[in-house]
């Protein structure tokens, strides 16, 4: 079996989730109260939206997918991060963060970090 072959879209768990983190690094701590949205790419080439939350106080969202199944399939985090700054009386560069990643394997977890600023951001792939 290759390891690097992209499975059926067939694929599919409940076990697994999409998560992720937000830490603030011009104040250093984890950036609660942010909006996030995970969207699902459709084969007519268009997003839908799946699921919203807010990170907690540990800048965490334990799962997107809100109980829905994981598939091998493109998705999108979208970070809003305008009203965040906002609320800290910044001006945010980046109003918004699109993360575009690809699920290969619905049994392995996916965890979105997000490093931000307001004047950039580093994202990868997290365990």
Do not use: C, W
Not at 44 to 69: I, K, P, W
Request: charged fraction near 20%.
């Amino acid at each position: 079996m290759n390891p690097h072959a992209i499975p059926a879209q067939s694929e599919k768990t409940t076990m697994s989730k999409i998560s992720a983190h937000v830490l603030d690094t011009t104040l250093g701590r984890p950036a609660a109260e942010l909006e996030v949205r995970l969207d699902v790419l459709e084969p007519t080439g268009a997003f839908r939206t799946l699921g919203t939350a807010r990170t907690d106080a540990d800048g965490r969202v334990t799962d997107l997918l809100a109980g829905q199944e994981l598939e091998a399939r493109m998705y999108r985090v979208v970070f809003e991060l305008e009203p965040y700054f906002a609320g800290l009386q910044m001006t945010a560069f980046y109003p918004r963060v699109e993360i575009s990643f690809r699920v290969v394997s619905a049994l392995e977890p996916h965890h979105i970090p997000l490093l931000l600023s307001p004047y950039g951001y580093t994202t990868y792939r997290g365990s």
